[in-house]
Structures are given as C-alpha cells and as structure tokens.
C-alpha cells in the first residue's frame, strides 16, 4: 500500500522554524519527487515546493523563497519542510503529497503547525 | 504566480450535472496538458479525481470527466450524489516550472 506518513502537531512562537517530516512508504523513495502543499484554516490550497527525491534538486514557489528549506534523506527514505521566520499566518495544515510527473496522487495526512504567542 | 480563479460555489440537485471552470494563462493552463483536479472532503486530505487534463485514476467514477479549452479547464460531475459534496480545487503545472492550484470551489447537493 502506498502512502505517505507525516509527523505531528507543531506549535511554535513568532519567529521560530519548524521542521516537518514525510516519510513514504510502498514505493521505491527515490522514483519520485514530493511536493509540499499547505492550508490555513477555512482557506484553500497552497503549493509551497517540491524537491526531486533523486538528487534533491529543488524548486520553491515565490512567496516562500528564502523562508523555506526542502530536504531529503535517501538513507531513512524521509523529506523535510522547514519553515523559518513563523508569522501566526503560517498556522496551517501541511501536506506532503507525491509528485508524480505534476500530479499529486498520493497525499499525507496532513501535520498541523499553529504558531502563537 | 496567481492562483487560478474558479467560482466559489456550484450547486445542483442529486442526478443533475453541474460543471466547475477553473481560468489561467497561456502561462499555465493554456500552455500545458498537466491539469489536475482534487476533492477534499471536511478535515480530509485531497483525493485526486483527474489528471492530465482529462485522465481518470483507477477507482474514481466515471461521473467525474475533464476538458480543457484555451486557458480554461472544466470538471464536469454527471448524476450528482449526496457524496460528492465536498471542495474542489483545480491545479495546473505553469512555465516557472512550478505548480498553482484554483481558489477552490464548494459543491452543495441541494
């Protein structure tokens, strides 16, 4: 069965980094890339970035360059999203989701980080 | 990258058709066959429905179809059900080699 893992809840103050895992599992880690994608509460879907799973290459959309790092480690099969410099809108619930040629098949369950004072 | 704008809503009664636009660019949309459509029901993660602009996964209905013209897609849901009330959100891949997803829209079964 293919899926996709995630860590827990997260909370954090005002300008403190986060780091979320995704772990997959049922396929061969390195096949496919990973996208990152967020939801604040009530709001819809924000695609954050993706990371090749391969070689790490990565690519970031605009409004999170500088602020967000994505890592893998091909020896435990885990990618990473670190978020830096919280604001209290960044509370939201993070998605990793497989990366499959632009199309997201397989989706974590999601890990919630809540920023606040 | 500005989010592909969809309606904010869409209703039909069970056993109608209803169709939910999803607008871009020549950029994304317009420029690509990589056009996905997500469901996501309330606290649940989002379920691929289609792919590439009008490809179905294995186990999805096939009440569930997508087109494409221009700078626009469309899903269409035929036969509509009490379980197909959920949110939908469009996704296209764009020339910055990166992804956008639609502002989503809320499917009500009357």
């Known amino acids: ?117 | 990258q500005s989010a592909l704008t969809q309606p904010a809503s869409v209703s039909g009664s069970p056993g109608q058709s209803i169709t939910i636009s999803c607008t871009g660019t020549s950029s994304d949309i317009g420029g690509y066959k990589y056009v996905s459509w997500y469901q996501q029901h309330p606290g649940k993660a989002p379920k691929l429905m289609i792919y590439e602009v009008s490809n179905r996964p294995s186990g999805v209905s096939n009440r569930f179809s997508g087109s494409k013209s221009g700078n626009t897609a469309s899903l269409t849901i035929s036969g509509l059900q009490a379980e197909d009330e959920a949110d939908y959100y469009c996704m296209s891949y764009t020339t910055s080699t990166t992804r956008v997803f639609g502002t989503g829209t809320k499917v009500t079964v009357l």
């Open chain 1, 1 to 117: 069965q293919v899926q996709l893992v995630q860590s827990g809840v997260e909370v954090r103050k005002p300008g403190a980094s986060v780091k979320v895992s995704c772990k997959p599992s049922g396929y061969t880690f390195s096949s496919y890339g990973i996208s990152w994608v967020r939801q604040a509460p009530g709001q819809g879907l924000e695609w954050m970035g993706w990371i090749s799973a391969y070689n790490g290459n990565t690519k970031y959309a605009q409004n999170f360059q500088g602020r967000v790092t994505l890592t893998r480690d091909t020896s435990t099969s885990t990618a990473y999203l670190d978020l830096r410099s919280l604001r209290s809108d960044d509370t939201a619930v993070y998605f990793c989701v497989r990366d499959k040629n632009y199309v997201f098949d397989i989706w974590g369950q999601g890990s919630m980080v809540t920023v606040s004072s």
